[in-house]
């Protein structure tokens, strides 16, 4: 077993080792909560979810070990690896850090020349909206007409897709969306589909950044029902063709579909054109995408919230396209253009400053979809211990956690604790893997355990009772009925 800094094993420390040494069985540690790491080992084995579980619940204070079933078995943690990404850009890039999207060019008259340049720096919150505010700010500067549109994105390389997500290929909901350093609304574009005149007639689609599609729409007007449409899109080089087929009743106010962009960048540049033209802007030439990052002034720019606060959707939703940007955003900052080798590299690195030895954790992308991420429980508490020692970043990771029975995807779960709110957690779901890992706030101010749960195989409904059941069982031991 690795000997961590601030695990204690004491007098026990080779009956651990043994035990763990197995791969089977539970550990126990006797110390003050001797009667939870009984009622723990009880529940792990009651809930019968077979040989890929893994259990570790450790004091955040110094990382000692309360309980540990199979603590050193890797197991898929699914999105509880959003853990992992979150900590590593709060400790690497602070919590402070900006990402910053702006309008660069050569500006003569009222005309920029030469092309304007969208530049972007790893984003994930920018929304059409803010779009918009930079095409105002040009059209305050006095510019009434622009060339053509070039969107640099060489922040990033040029790999849309991160790491894994070709293991659904056939995917286009909105949550395997793409990344991209200049990337808008999620990377993900909303088909809104209207009906026509009369029955018969065509049926009106509504897109945004409209250029960027090749549209052949089918869709006709129904005189009653409900709306049936079917969507194919494919990659058309830099455009997405997108086939619609089916009817759209009068009646309705309209009917909206959210669906994944294939090309970024190129979409941007389209979505830029249409921000333009709101802005009284004429762009006179097409779009297109950078291959090296061009010349020009800044001529406006825009700042995301703070990393703090933008870590929110990842712990609170397990927001896929957050993680994996502020994923690539790690590599980006060590080295231009950021790739996903690089960012792996970046989180072995910062796994190794907390104390965990290289090669126990698997990395290979930032959110925890799909597979190929390994991290044992153990590893996993450890790594919460740490963040939790760490005054620089322990209450912006810890807020950016779901709230047990109050938000995020723990709204509707341990709602019956002996306290409240003391449960901030995050939750991980994929076919064959379950994981809940987090802190119980204590009593006194500054005490927490910290406790990771990863169930690999097992029915889900079970699997996700072990997780519930040993939080509540941490709560009902650090906050005893009177």
Same mark, same amino acid.
């Given at each position: ?8 094993? &004491?007098?026990?420390?080779?009956? #651990? #080792?043994? $035990? ?19 009622? %723990?080992?009880?529940?792990?084995? !009651? ?41 590593? !850009? ?16 050569? #500006? ?17 919150? %920018? ?7 930079? !095409?105002?700010? $040009? ?7 622009? @060339? ?10 040029? +790999?849309? $897709?991160?790491?894994?997500? /070709?293991? +659904? ?15 808008? /609304? &999620?990377?993900? *574009? ?16 509504? %897109? ?9 729409? +089918? ?30 009743? %009068? ?5 909206? *579909? ?29 779009? =297109? ?14 700042? =995301? ?34 790739? &996903? ?32 991420? +390994? ?12 963040? *939790? ?9 810890? &807020? ?38 987090? *802190? ?28 519930? @059941? ?6 009902? @031991? ?5």
């Amino acid at each position: 077993m690795n000997r961590r800094p601030g695990w204690r094993f &004491a007098a026990l420390a080779c009956l #651990v #080792v043994a $035990l763990s040494s197995m791969g089977h069985g539970t550990a126990q540690i006797p110390s003050a909560h001797a009667a939870l790491s009984s009622q %723990l080992a009880s529940l792990v084995s !009651a809930a019968s979810l077979g040989d890929r579980v893994s259990v570790a619940v450790v004091d955040a204070r110094d990382g000692s070990l309360i309980f540990g079933h199979q603590p050193d078995l890797a197991l898929n943690p699914a999105s509880n690896m959003k853990l992992v990404t979150a900590a590593a !850009a709060l400790a690497t890039l602070g919590t402070n850090f900006r990402m910053h999207t702006g309008l660069y060019g050569h #500006v003569e008259g009222d005309a920029v020349t030469g092309g304007l340049v969208l530049r972007g720096f790893g984003d994930p919150s %920018l929304r059409q909206a803010d779009l918009v505010e930079l !095409a105002r700010d $040009l059209a305050d500067h006095g510019v009434r007409t622009v @060339d053509r549109v070039i969107v640099d994105g060489t922040y990033f390389d040029g +790999q849309y $897709l991160p790491p894994a997500f /070709d293991q +659904q290929p056939g995917e286009v909901a909105a949550f395997r969306a793409t990344t991209a350093a200049v990337s808008v /609304d &999620a990377n993900a *574009y909303t088909l809104r589909v209207l009906p026509g005149a009369s029955a018969g007639a065509p049926a009106r689609v509504r %897109l945004d950044g409209a250029g960027y599609f090749d549209l052949d729409n +089918q869709l006709t007007t129904s005189g009653d029902g409900s709306s049936s449409v079917l969507a194919d899109q494919r990659a058309a080089g830099e455009r997405l063709h997108l086939g619609l087929r089916g009817t759209v009743p %009068l009646g309705i106010t309209g009917a909206s *579909y959210r669906r994944r962009i294939e090309s970024p960048l190129p979409w941007v540049g389209h979505v830029m054109v249409d921000a333009l033209s709101a802005a009284g802007i004429r762009v006179a030439g097409g779009v =297109s995408v950078a291959t090296s990052s061009p010349t020009g002034a800044l001529l406006a720019d825009h700042a =995301s919230a703070p990393l703090s606060q933008l870590i929110l959707p990842m712990g609170k939703q397990s927001d896929n396209f957050t993680a994996e940007m502020v994923f690539r955003v790690l590599g980006a900052e060590r080295r231009r253009p950021g790739s &996903a080798a690089t960012s792996v590299d970046v989180v072995e690195s910062f796994l190794a400053n907390a104390g965990i030895a290289e090669g126990r954790v698997t990395v290979v992308n930032g959110s925890g979809l799909f597979q190929g991420n +390994q991290i044992a429980a153990g590893d996993l508490a450890h790594l919460l211990a740490w963040v *939790y020692q760490n005054p620089a970043i322990r209450e912006e990771y810890v &807020a950016s956690l779901a709230i047990g029975g109050v938000d995020g995807t723990l709204e509707n779960r341990l709602r019956d604790l002996p306290a409240p709110r003391i449960v901030r957690a995050k939750t991980g779901t994929l076919d064959n893997a379950i994981a809940l890992s987090g *802190y119980v706030l204590a009593r006194a101010p500054g005490d927490a355990i910290a406790f990771s749960v990863l169930v690999n195989g097992g029915g889900h409904g079970a699997a996700r009772g072990l997780c519930d @059941d040993v939080a509540r069982a941490i709560a009902e @031991d650090l906050w005893p009925t009177p």
